[in-house]
């Protein structure tokens, strides 16, 4: 059954909602231009509501190792996603340093070849669409079906997908892409920054729902 990520989370309610929906995940990003960003001392009053168990994953865009290890230890996250143009020397001095999983996210864009994200040696990838306007949360998709094959084929068991994904279409995303897990921010919002639970619990009943 393909997990499910809900990123982007801003406060308790949100967050509780989610993993009561039946969330694997939870997103909370630290990116400042972000407008889903969350300071670290409030991510951590978070983070300490939740029950024992409830994976929160912290989102980073070209921040210093320093800063994620920081930050990470603060809050008492379970894994780290970098979205930014973090190299792979980047990765591997973090993996170094810490024990917790990292997500490695790559924007999807016509010249993206799939296979170029094995040089980065980091436990799951996230595929994105490409969007000049900003990183993740765009609402923005790529063509599922056909990097869907390569994206299965390099990663069948680590794979996370995202950009664009809805409660109307998760299900065909996930028979196209055959992913680990799904990825959404955007897709699940009243607003940006606060989630609609009727959407946060159509989204999850359509991925778990999915063949």
Same mark, same amino acid.
């Given at each position: ?15 509780? @909602? ?22 670290? &001392? ?38 780290? @996603? ?21 997500? *490695? ?10 296979? &170029?994200?094995?040089?980065? *040696? ?22 599922? *079906? ?58 999850? *009943? ?6």
């Amino acid at each position: 059954m393909t997990k499910v990520k809900i990123c982007g989370i801003t406060n308790i309610e949100d967050a509780r @909602q989610s993993f009561e929906s039946g969330a694997d995940q939870i997103g909370l990003n630290f990116y400042p231009k972000s407008v889903r960003y969350i300071p670290p &001392d409030e991510a951590r009053r978070l983070v300490e509501s939740l029950p024992e168990g409830w994976e929160s994953i912290g989102v980073f865009v070209n921040e210093t190792i320093d800063t994620v290890l920081e930050t990470a230890d603060h809050v008492g996250l379970a894994g780290i @996603q970098l979205h930014g143009d973090e190299d792979a020397q980047y990765v591997r001095d973090l993996t170094q340093q810490t024990s917790l999983f990292i997500i *490695k996210a790559f924007c999807v864009s016509p010249l993206f070849g799939v296979s &170029d994200a094995l040089e980065w *040696k980091v436990r799951y990838q996230l595929f994105d669409a490409y969007s000049p306007n900003g990183r993740g949360g765009t609402g923005k998709t790529f063509d599922w *079906k056909n990097m869907g094959v390569h994206i299965n084929q390099y990663f069948p068991y680590s794979a996370y997908l995202a950009g664009g994904l809805t409660p109307e279409n998760v299900k065909q995303a996930i028979r196209d892409v055959k992913p680990y897990a799904v990825d959404v921010a955007s897709g699940v919002e009243a607003s940006p920054g606060k989630k609609d639970p009727n959407k946060v619990a159509s989204f999850i *009943k359509a991925a778990k729902e999915a063949i």
